[in-house]
């Protein structure tokens, strides 16, 4: 059974930077798409960036393109969000998830097998 557990979320001044993490356990994650989705109060949950089993392939919302990276150290079975000048409106409970074997990266929510717990990031103005 694969967990994920989030961290680094939390307040910061719109144009500031926050880096999320997101550490798994078990044997699937090298092999694992990763993807980190983001859910604002009253919003349906929505990609914001994943990274293909191979690494060969990364995804960027078009809202966080150029702000947000995205990257894994297998090593630590861990991924990161790194998120840059981070405006009010990147405000919501961001989740890291996982799928084992799926080529690409998934971005619907329903293909994705693992969730982590959430954590919350609040942009302030």
């Known amino acids: 059974q694969v967990q994920l557990v989030e961290s680094g979320g939390g307040l910061v001044q719109a144009g500031g930077s926050l880096r999320l993490s997101c550490a798994a356990s078990?044997?699937?994650?090298?092999?694992?798409?990763m993807a980190w989705f983001r859910q604002a109060p009253g919003k349906e949950r929505e990609i914001v960036a994943g990274?293909?089993?191979?690494?060969?392939?990364?995804y960027y919302s078009d809202s966080v393109k150029g702000r947000f990276t995205i990257s894994r150290d297998n090593a630590k079975n861990t991924v990161y969000l790194q998120m840059n000048s981070l405006k009010p409106e990147d405000t919501a409970v961001y989740y890291c998830?996982?799928?084992?074997?799926?080529?690409?990266?998934?971005?619907?929510?329903?293909?994705?097998?693992?969730w982590g717990q959430g954590t919350q990031v609040t942009v302030s103005s």
């Open positions: 990274m293909s089993r191979s690494d060969i392939n990364t």
């Open positions: 998830a996982v799928v084992p074997r799926r080529v690409g990266v998934p971005l619907l929510p329903v293909l994705y097998e693992h």
């Open positions: 078990g044997r699937t994650f090298s092999s694992s798409a």
